[in-house]
């Protein structure tokens, strides 16, 4: 399935460079419209809004279907961040050269949150050779004997969702 940007006013290129940069970088949307307006584009930061609402999980799916096979170990943890204001679980994985294989958003922190997760990311990216999960009983020496980069990698995420004041909505 292609992304379909019929009926869009402005040409895909300017589109997907607004997308883009809205996900990528720690920005608003009102400062995206200045960077549109230095680049030549004039749209207003409403219609920014729209574009990144649309096309952005279009692009994701796509990405994810192009995405190159992840290597065999895997690091899996969990952080707090806000979601209408409420503390929620952000359940991620990355693996060992930190890409983001997967992530979710859980109210609970419990056996069938985690199941969830598991059972999503491995359907997308495969059975791992080695998962390594920081506290975790089972697996407490493995953690111990790997240096777990992701829980260094939760600051990107809080910085980004730090602006915005949390996420609006679970889903």
Known sequence: MAIDFQGAHFPKSVILYAVFFYV???VSYRDLEEIMVERGVNVDHATLNRWVVRYAPQI???AQKRK???L???RVDETYIKVKGKWTYLYRAVDRDRQTLDLMLSEW?????????????IASNGVPNKIVIDKSG???????AVNNILEQDHRF???ITKPMMGFKALH
Do not use: D, H, M
């Open 72 to 74: 065999g170990s895997w």
């Open 60 to 62: 994701a799916e796509q």
């Open 68 to 70: 190159r096979p992840t």
């Open 157 to 159: 995420i809080k910085r």
């Open 138 to 144: 089972a697996n407490l020496a493995g953690a111990q």
């Open 24 to 26: 990528r970088y720690l």
């Open 109 to 121: 922190r419990n056996l069938g949150a985690v199941r969830r997760f598991f059972k999503k990311t």
